[in-house]
Each structure stands twice: as structure tokens, then as C-alpha cells.
């Protein structure tokens, strides 16, 4: 005779649970350790002189620090918007079921599949002034063409953008294009029987169905732009100076060449309390989803 409770045991999460345990654990104390390293005035090596919170007053009197965090929140928003509009518009025009789809998904969707360090040093030779874009549209004979963002402290952290929304937007399009196409078909019948223009039945009855795959695509976006390194550190290293400088990069920056792990990881606990900040609006959806149901 079967015991009562062992109906309720998944084999999935029973096989899976030794692995979980063990990386939470890790986790957790890999952060709390972090964490108190942030407290110490550590520097080469860690120590255990904790000297409070003088680690992260002067992460926020670094001129350094506050540059990376201005870019990190023009980054943010120019990327996420960027990334929601293109991926958007591409799912939608996929979703017309043209010819060569396929096609035209796997192309989109291509940039997704590079490292970050192959999309920057690509977008690196196309955008350098020497031999790049610039220079091609002047031996074309428009000798006064310029574009130089790469190298102007103006406008180095859109140049940045463009290649971030280049590899991202056809990510966003799958995901949007998925959801798409899991849309009740009778919706679309009922709007063409009543002559709804497509326009507004995907404004104002499809797009509103797709909020719970918005707010998933945003939290990723967004967790993808507080640890972006790889990209600035291809295209830029930083500069120049440290006009494209991000968080991420000052806190590796810190750890591995400046020897001052205790700021490295005041800066590395804030980027944690960005992380948290990004990933709550999607567990408060789904606690709020699942009270509905």
C-alpha cells in the first residue's frame, strides 16, 4: 500500500533539490560575505576592520561612481524603451505571416546568439572615425560627413546603446512574437466583423493582453543593463576618460586593478539593491495574478 505522502512527491524537484540547496546556499553566502566586505576597509586582501558605512559615503563622492550611475540610468531607459519599441514592432510585423518569416526571425534574432565582446569590437571598426562608417561615406566623396560618437564623451554611451539595442531587440521580438501568437484567434475575427482597424485591436485589446510578457521582458532588460560590462569594456574600456562609464565596470575596475575590494563591493551591493529593485514589480505581478485567480 502506496504511503499517503508520497503521492505529493515530485521526482523533478526531488531529483533537482540537492543542486538548488547547495547554489542558494552559495549564493546567499557569497552576497552575505559580499556584503560585509562592503563594511571593511579592505584592500589588496580582505580584512575585517569594519569601519561601517565609509565605504559606500565615499562611493557617492566619487566623481567616478556618479558618472557610471548617470549613464547607467540613460543606458537604462534608452535601452529598455528601445529595446520594448523595436522588438515590439518587428513582432507585430512578423506576426502578419509574410513570406520568408522564418527568414526574417532567424536575422533578427541572429545578434542575440553573439557575445557581447563580438557585438562591441563589431560595432567598435564599424563606428571608429579612422576607417569605420566615417570614413567610408568620405572616400564616397561627402568629405564633410562626420560621425565620431565613438570618441565624443557627448555622445560615446548612445553609440554604446545602439549596439546593446542591436543585440537585444530580436530577443524581445521572439518573446513578444510567442505571445502573439498564443492570442485567441476569435479576437481578431470579432474585431473584423465589427470593423476595428488592426491598429486599435492591437492597441487597445491585444497589447494589454501581453502586460505579464512586457513586465518579464523589462526585468530582464533591465537586470541585463545593471550588470552590462562585456559591451563598454569592447567598445570603450571606458572612455573616453570614463564618459562611458558603468557600475558594473567600476565595481571590476576596483576588485581586480585598483586593490580596493572594500569599495568594489559597496559599489556591488548597490548594483544588488538595483537587481532587487528591478525583479520586485515582477513578483508583485505574479502575487498579484495568483490572489485574482
Same mark, same amino acid.
Given at each position: 500500500?502506496?504511503?499517503?505522502?508520497?503521492?505529493?512527491?515530485?521526482?523533478?524537484?526531488?531529483?533537482?533539490?540537492? %543542486? $538548488? +540547496? =547547495?547554489?542558494?546556499?552559495?549564493?546567499?553566502?557569497?552576497? !552575505?560575505?559580499? &556584503?560585509? *566586505?562592503?563594511?571593511?576597509?579592505?584592500?589588496?586582501?580582505?580584512?575585517?576592520?569594519?569601519?561601517?558605512?565609509?565605504?559606500?559615503?565615499?562611493?557617492?563622492?566619487?566623481?567616478?561612481?556618479?558618472?557610471?550611475?548617470?549613464?547607467?540610468?540613460?543606458?537604462?531607459?534608452?535601452?529598455?524603451?528601445?529595446?520594448?519599441?523595436?522588438?515590439?514592432?518587428?513582432?507585430?510585423?512578423?506576426?502578419?505571416?509574410?513570406?520568408?518569416?522564418?527568414?526574417?526571425?532567424?536575422?533578427?534574432?541572429?545578434?542575440?546568439?553573439?557575445?557581447?565582446?563580438?557585438?562591441?569590437?563589431?560595432?567598435?571598426?564599424?563606428?571608429?572615425?579612422?576607417?569605420?562608417?566615417?570614413?567610408?561615406?568620405?572616400?564616397?566623396?561627402?568629405?564633410?560627413?562626420?560621425?565620431?560618437?565613438?570618441?565624443?564623451?557627448?555622445?560615446?554611451?548612445? %553609440? $554604446? +546603446? =545602439?549596439?546593446?539595442?542591436?543585440?537585444?531587440?530580436?530577443? !524581445?521580438?521572439? &518573446?513578444? *512574437?510567442?505571445?502573439?501568437?498564443?492570442?485567441?484567434?476569435?479576437?481578431?475575427?470579432?474585431?473584423?466583423?465589427?470593423?476595428?482597424?488592426?491598429?486599435?485591436?492591437?492597441?487597445?485589446?491585444?497589447?494589454?493582453?501581453?502586460?505579464?510578457?512586457?513586465?518579464?521582458?523589462?526585468?530582464?532588460?533591465?537586470?541585463?543593463?545593471?550588470?552590462?560590462?562585456?559591451?563598454?569594456?569592447?567598445?570603450?574600456?571606458?572612455?573616453?576618460?570614463?564618459?562611458?562609464?558603468?557600475?558594473?565596470?567600476?565595481?571590476?575596475?576596483?576588485?581586480?586593478?585598483?586593490?580596493?575590494?572594500?569599495?568594489?563591493?559597496?559599489?556591488?551591493?548597490?548594483?544588488?539593491?538595483?537587481?532587487?529593485?528591478?525583479?520586485?514589480?515582477?513578483?508583485?505581478?505574479?502575487?498579484?495574478?495568483?490572489?485574482?485567480?
Amino acid at each position: 500500500m502506496q504511503k499517503p505522502f508520497a503521492k505529493k512527491i515530485n521526482p523533478g524537484a526531488a531529483a533537482l533539490s540537492p %543542486a $538548488i +540547496i =547547495i547554489v542558494l546556499v552559495v549564493f546567499v553566502i557569497c552576497v !552575505i560575505y559580499s &556584503l560585509a *566586505l562592503s563594511l571593511t576597509d579592505s584592500k589588496l586582501v580582505p580584512t575585517y576592520n569594519f569601519v561601517e558605512f565609509k565605504q559606500y559615503a565615499r562611493l557617492f563622492v566619487s566623481s567616478r561612481w556618479m558618472t557610471s550611475l548617470q549613464n547607467l540610468i540613460v543606458f537604462g531607459i534608452v535601452y529598455i524603451i528601445g529595446c520594448l519599441t523595436l522588438g515590439l514592432l518587428l513582432a507585430i510585423a512578423l506576426d502578419q505571416k509574410i513570406r520568408g518569416e522564418n527568414i526574417f526571425r532567424t536575422i533578427f534574432l541572429y545578434p542575440h546568439a553573439l557575445s557581447y565582446v563580438v557585438t562591441g569590437l563589431a560595432w567598435q571598426w564599424f563606428m571608429n572615425p579612422t576607417f569605420g562608417l566615417q570614413e567610408i561615406v568620405r572616400n564616397l566623396g561627402f568629405t564633410s560627413f562626420t560621425f565620431d560618437w565613438l570618441v565624443n564623451s557627448d555622445t560615446v554611451i548612445y %553609440a $554604446i +546603446i =545602439i549596439a546593446a539595442l542591436w543585440q537585444g531587440s530580436g530577443f !524581445i521580438m521572439a &518573446l513578444l *512574437l510567442a505571445s502573439l501568437r498564443g492570442v485567441d484567434q476569435e479576437i481578431w475575427k470579432a474585431a473584423k466583423i465589427d470593423g476595428i482597424p488592426t491598429w486599435r485591436t492591437y492597441v487597445h485589446i491585444v497589447l494589454p493582453s501581453l502586460t505579464p510578457m512586457i513586465t518579464f521582458c523589462v526585468v530582464l532588460l533591465a537586470v541585463s543593463v545593471v550588470k552590462s560590462y562585456d559591451l563598454v569594456v569592447a567598445m570603450t574600456a571606458g572612455g573616453p576618460g570614463i564618459a562611458s562609464e558603468l557600475p558594473a565596470k567600476f565595481v571590476v575596475d576596483n576588485l581586480f586593478e585598483r586593490n580596493n575590494i572594500g569599495l568594489a563591493m559597496a559599489g556591488a551591493g548597490m548594483l544588488l539593491v538595483s537587481v532587487i529593485c528591478a525583479a520586485t514589480p515582477l513578483f508583485v505581478l505574479q502575487l498579484l495574478r495568483r490572489k485574482q485567480r
